[in-house]
C-alpha cells in the first residue's frame, strides 16, 4: 500500500513543479538512477535481499544516519580498544609470536571502519546531488545501466568483500581458544563493511555511465567494417564536427562534476586507501610473523588485497583509455579520429575542421583523476601491478624459508 502512496506523491511533486515552469528531468533521472541503484543492491545482497532496506545510501535519510551512527560508534570502540587492549589481545598476539600488533589491530579496524564510513556518506551526498541529477538528464543512460548488470562482476565483487571476514574466519582457526572473543571484536567492523555495499555498487554505475558515455563518442567516429572505408555522409560536414567538438567539452565537465575532489574523487580515495590499510595489515604480519599459519595468511591477504585494488581501478582506467588513449590497436576517440585524417570523402572545409576537432582532443587531458594519486591510466596500473609482482619474488622466496624452517 505504500508504493502507490510514494508513487502518487512523486507524481504530485513533479506536476507542481512542472507547472511552475521547473525542469523536473532531472529528479526523474535521479529517481530512476536511484531505482536502478536499489535493483542492483537487491541482487548483490541474494539471500539477505530482505535486508537491502535497512542499508545507507539509496533508502531513507533515518535508515542512513543510523548507519552513519554505527560506523561512528564502531570506530570510537575500535579507538578506546587501541589505548587500552583487552587482555586476550595481548594474550593471543604474544601466542602468535607477534606481541607489538596488540595495538596496531585495533587502530588498523578503526582506520577502515573510518574509511568505509566516509565512503558511505559521501555516496549519499553525491546520489543527491544536483549536479549528478543534470549528467544523468540523458533518457539513453539509465536503460544501459539497467542493461549492463552483469552476474559475473558482481561473483567477483561479493568475493572481495569475502576476502576480509574469511581472514578472521582463519585467524580463529589458528587461536581457537579466542575464536569467540575475535568474532565479538570484529562485529562493529562487519556491520559497517555490510553497510558499504550500496555505496560500492554506487561507484561502479556511475563508471559504467562515464563508459557508455565514452563509448558514444566513440561509435559517432566509428567506420563501419562493411563500408569499405567509406566515411558516413553525416561525417562529411562542418556541423558534425563542431557537435561533436560541444559533445567531447560537455563530456569532459560532466567527468569533472563527477570526480572532483569532493565527489566522486573523494569516494575512490577511500576504497583505494581502504585496500592499502588491509594490504598494510597483512604485510605486517607476514613479515613479523614466526609460524608459518600466520606468514601463510598474512602473504595471502596481501596478495589479495592488491590484486582486488587493481581489479578495481581497472574498470575506471577503460574510461581514461577511451578518452585519450594513443596506443595502437585500442578503441579510443584519438585512434578513431586519426584514421579519418584527410580522409578521401572529405572536402577541403571538412578536413580542416576534422584536424581541428583532433587537434583540440590532443591537446586536453581528459579522464578520471584520483585526488592526489592523478590520472588513472592503463599504464599507470600497469606499473602497480609490476611493483607488485617485482615484491611477490623476496616474499615468496621468505615464505618458502619459514616453511622450511619449521619443517621436521
Known sequence: AQAPLLKYVLGSLLTTLHIFGMDTEPFVSMHRFQQVLQDDVQFMMGPLKFMRSMLPVAWSPCVHYMNIVVGVSAIIFYVVASAIPPDWILHACEEVDLPGLHSFIPVFLASVTMFLTAKVWLARKMLLNEDVGII?????????????????????????????????????????????RIALFVVPFLSVLLMRIPATRFK????????????ALCSNLEISSTAKNMAPSRMNSVAFWSNMTQQHLTFDADLEKLWR??????L???????????????????????????????????LASASFLIWHLYPIAQVTSRCQSQVANTRSIPQLAFKLVNHKDFGWTVQGSQSRFLQYILGVRVGVEIPLLGLVTESALLTYAKGAATLALPVLTYLLRAIDNESP
Open 261 to 266: 575532489w569532493d565527489q566522486g574523487g573523494a
Open 204 to 215: 561502479i554505475l556511475l563508471v559504467k555511465l562515464c563508459l557508455f558515455r565514452a563509448e
Open 136 to 180: 544523468l538528464n540523458d533518457p539513453k543512460m539509465i536503460p544501459e545501466l539497467e542493461a549492463s548488470s552483469s552476474s559475473d562482476s558482481r561473483i567477483v565483487e561479493g568475493l572481495r568483500d569475502a576476502v576480509m571476514p574469511m581472514s578472521f574466519v582463519a585467524l580463529g582457526c589458528l587461536l581457537p581458544a579466542y575464536a569467540a
Open 268 to 302: 575512490l580515495l577511500t576504497e583505494v586507501a581502504f585496500n592499502s590499510a588491509w594490504t598494510l595489515l597483512m604485510g605486517v604480519i607476514a613479515v613479523g610473523a614466526k609460524r608459518q599459519s600466520c606468514i601463510i595468511l598474512g602473504v595471502t591477504g596481501a
